[in-house]
Nanobody, 114 residues
C-alpha cells in the first residue's frame, strides 16, 4: 500500500507560478512510476506529466515548456513546477503512482485567476 500526500495548490494570477509536491510512503520510491493528473470542472481527468523510475519524463502538449516534473528520491517526494500559469490550468491536480497497482492522492486545487 502506497499513501500519497499532496500539497502546494492555491490561487495564483495568470502568469504566476506554483510548485506542487507529492510525498509517498514506502521504501521502493525510486522504482515508482509517478505522474500528475488534473481534472477541471466538467471535464475528464487527464495526464499532465509523468516521471518514470528511470528518470525519463513526458508532458501533455499544453504544458510543455511551462511545467516541469521532477523527483527527489531521498525525500520520497515528487514535484510539479508550474510556470506561466493560465486560467485553463485551473483544476484539481492529483498525484498518481504506478507500482504493482495504481495509487492516487486526494488532490490539490489550483486556481488561476485575476
Amino acid at each position: 500500500q502506497v499513501q500519497l500526500v499532496e500539497s502546494g495548490g492555491g490561487l495564483v494570477q495568470p502568469g504566476g507560478s506554483l510548485r506542487l509536491s507529492c510525498t509517498a510512503s514506502g521504501t521502493a520510491f525510486r522504482f515508482y512510476t509517478m505522474g500528475w493528473y488534473r481534472q477541471a470542472p466538467e471535464k475528464q481527468r487527464e495526464l499532465v506529466a509523468i516521471n518514470l523510475s528511470g528518470g525519463s519524463t513526458n508532458y501533455e502538449n499544453s504544458v510543455k515548456g511551462r511545467f516541469t516534473i521532477f523527483r527527489d528520491n531521498t525525500k520520497n517526494t515528487m514535484y510539479l513546477q508550474m510556470n506561466s500559469l493560465k486560467p485553463e490550468d485551473t483544476a484539481v491536480y492529483y498525484c498518481h503512482v504506478q507500482f504493482r497497482e495504481a495509487y492516487w492522492g486526494r488532490g490539490t486545487r489550483v486556481a488561476v485567476s485575476s
